[in-house]
């Protein structure tokens, strides 16, 4: 059984996110979408709130789990038996810090790949940071997170 993994913090998730996990998924036998913590990054939402709103996004996306996870990604990976890492690039500024990122995943242990997949263009421009910006300012945010999600994030905001 091919294992991949979708790391991220999806704080929310998007629109291009979810892309990238559907074409993911079909490259893989099971998709384990990993929610990460930053420690140097503060996320809005908590690990629970992240994981039950990529959950509520999927669709009926049959082979792809949901799980939040602590510690080093290529730990998780290899307790997951997972053989690849899969991972959105948007522009160049993402593909500087992914190298870095692939390379040392790769050092840690050359079996497990990282594979990137290119955004679908109509979400080249979409992020987490640009959803909160927008949200905190009462802009909208319709179209670029999924709808089962929107009321849940617009509340954040404006409790
Ligand atoms: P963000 O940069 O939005 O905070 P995350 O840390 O949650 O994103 O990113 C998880 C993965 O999803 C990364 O590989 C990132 O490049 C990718 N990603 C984020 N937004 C998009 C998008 N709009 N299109 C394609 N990939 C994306």
Not at 15 to 42: P, Q, T, W, Y
């Amino acid at each position: 059984m091919k294992i991949w993994i979708c790391p991220g913090s999806f704080d929310p998730v998007t629109k291009g996110h979810i892309d990238i996990i559907s074409r993911a998924g079909v490259m893989c036998d099971k998709l384990i979408v990993a929610v990460g913590e930053n420690k140097f990054k503060k996320s809005v939402f908590t690990a629970e709130e992240r994981v039950d709103f990529i959950r509520r996004s999927l669709n009926g996306l049959k082979n792809v789990e949901v799980e939040s996870f602590h510690g080093l990604l290529i730990d998780y990976a290899r307790e997951k038996k997972a053989i690849c890492i899969v991972k959105g690039l948007r522009a160049v500024s993402d593909f500087e810090y992914e190298m870095q990122m692939a390379f040392l995943n790769k050092r840690m242990d050359e079996e497990i790949e990282t594979v990137f997949l290119m955004t679908n263009i109509n979400y080249s421009f979409l992020s987490s940071s640009a959803v909160k910006e927008l949200a905190l300012h009462g802009g909208p945010i319709e179209g670029l997170i999924p709808d089962a999600i929107i009321d849940d994030v617009r509340k954040k905001f404006f409790k």
